[in-house]
Structures are given as C-alpha cells and as structure tokens.
C-alpha cells in the first residue's frame, strides 16, 4: 500500500477526504508563503491528525525556494516531514543546497528530515543516494519523478523511477529509510501498481489526479499522458471538477492499494 497525498488548490482541499483513508498532505512552501488561507487550512488539518510534509518547491522552480524564506516557513509550519533543498538532476548542487541549510538553520521539534537524491547520470544518482542513505539526520528518501526519466535506460520499466529503483535494489544499496514518491509522470496509476511492490515506498503526493479533472478528464484502467500544467492554488469550487476529481483519486488509491 502506497499513501496518496493529493495536491489541490485551497478551496477543494477538504472535499474529497472520505474516498481515502491516507491523512496525509503535502503543504507546497511556495504556495505557503502567497497565501495564508492555504496554510492555515493545511495547519489545521494537521491539528486533526494529518500528517504534513513540507516541500520545497524545487519541481515548480527546479531548485528549491530561497533558504530564509524556506526556513521561515518551516517555523511557522512545524511540520511532520520537512523536504530538504534539492536541485533537479543536480548532485553537487543538491548536497552543497542541504549542507548549507543544515549547518545554518536549527530544526527542531518533531521534524522528520527528508533528502532527495539527484543526479544528471545513474552513478551520480547512486552516490547521491548513498549518501543520505547512510547520513544519520536524514530520515526518509525522496524518490522524485521529475529528473529521473532522464536516466531510464530501458523501455521494459513503466517510468525512470522504476529503473533507478530497480537498480538500487540490484545493487543492494535500498535502505530500510521510508521513501516517498515526488510526482507521478505518465500513467500515474500503472506507476504505482508497480511501485508497490517494494514495501519500503511508503506514501506519494501528485496533482494528476486535480489537473486532469480541471481539464474535463477521469482516469480509467487505460493509460494517459500526463498534463503539464501548473495548479492554480486560487481556483475557485467547481462541482463538475469535483465529480472528476472524485473519479481520479479513486483509481489512482485503488491501483496503490
């Protein structure tokens, strides 16, 4: 079973929580530092026993939001999960981003740490891997969509990210840390049908599923492209999306479970 943390604009957020039994959310630190009614919406989600993970933002900018701004943030969050800066298909950047965060900014509390590793080659992506791997003050790995189709070398995996984990787990370097998928690409579903496989994947977080709804389209068991298209966090309540939307995180929670 994989947890689906599904992104949507402010005003859809608490519509559609009794299709699954998840709770948990993904508070986008971007979004948060625009708009306090999204933050406080996510906030009190979690004051009901949501689990909040925080991210960077780095797939909307593709690297991650001023650090002040991010850690200013993360005060005013607290928090569960925290996704630490990265840069996308950057290894060096990535761990100079996490090195300078950690050694300038205090997080304490309950605050679970999450890396993701990075790389624009399968080695570089390894050596990224093994490091938070085997760093103590990180606590889950972050396996991103975006970034690691650039490294998928064979058309018999559904997605890149299925081959950078079928290498890992190849090489014996999986670690016993819990994973969280960032994104779903093309054909979510089938993805996570896939992925589910490997226990140590614990929860995902996507848009596909609002984005496609937005757009007038319902998942099935056939594949689809994805859409490429940012949310808009202000969109306004729309009962025919929401019928949609409804369609899309059934199946998509189906296929993980």
């Not at 689906?4 to 948060?32: G, R």
């Not at 989600?45 to 689990?51: E, L, T, V």
């Not at 014996?172 to 994104?183: A, D, E, M, R």
Request: one cysteine or more; hydrophobic letters at 35%.
């Amino acid at each position: 079973m994989i947890k689906l943390a599904t992104i949507l604009p402010t005003a859809y957020i608490n519509k559609v929580d009794s299709l699954y039994d998840s709770k948990i959310d993904m508070l986008l630190a971007h979004q948060a530092s625009q708009s306090s009614k999204y933050l406080e919406t996510y906030k009190d989600r979690q004051r009901k026993g949501s689990y909040l993970i925080l991210d960077n933002s780095a797939y909307e900018f593709g690297t991650a939001i001023n650090n002040n701004l991010l850690f200013k943030i993360l005060q005013n969050t607290q928090p569960d999960e925290f996704v630490l800066p990265d840069a996308i298909g950057d290894f060096q950047t990535t761990l100079k981003l996490i090195s300078n965060f950690l050694q300038k900014y205090k997080i304490g509390g309950k605050t679970k740490l999450m890396a993701v590793p990075q790389g624009k080659t399968i080695n570089e992506y390894i050596e990224c891997y093994k490091y938070f791997a085997n760093n103590t003050a990180i606590n889950i790995i972050g396996v991103a969509s975006k970034g690691t189709e650039l490294l998928q070398r064979r058309s018999s995996y559904i997605s890149g990210r299925h081959f950078v984990l079928d290498t890992l787990i190849n090489k014996n370097f999986v670690c016993k840390k819990p994973h969280h998928l960032l994104g779903l690409g093309n054909s979510g579903h089938h993805e996570l049908k896939i992925l589910k496989q490997y226990t140590f994947i614990r929860s995902c977080d996507s848009s596909a599923a609002y984005i496609h709804a937005k757009n007038g389209l319902e998942f099935n068991n056939d594949g689809y492209t994805k859409i490429s298209e940012k949310i808009n966090f202000s969109d306004a309540y729309d009962r025919y999306v929401n019928r949609h939307l409804k369609t899309n995180i059934t199946v998509l929670y189906n296929y993980a479970n």
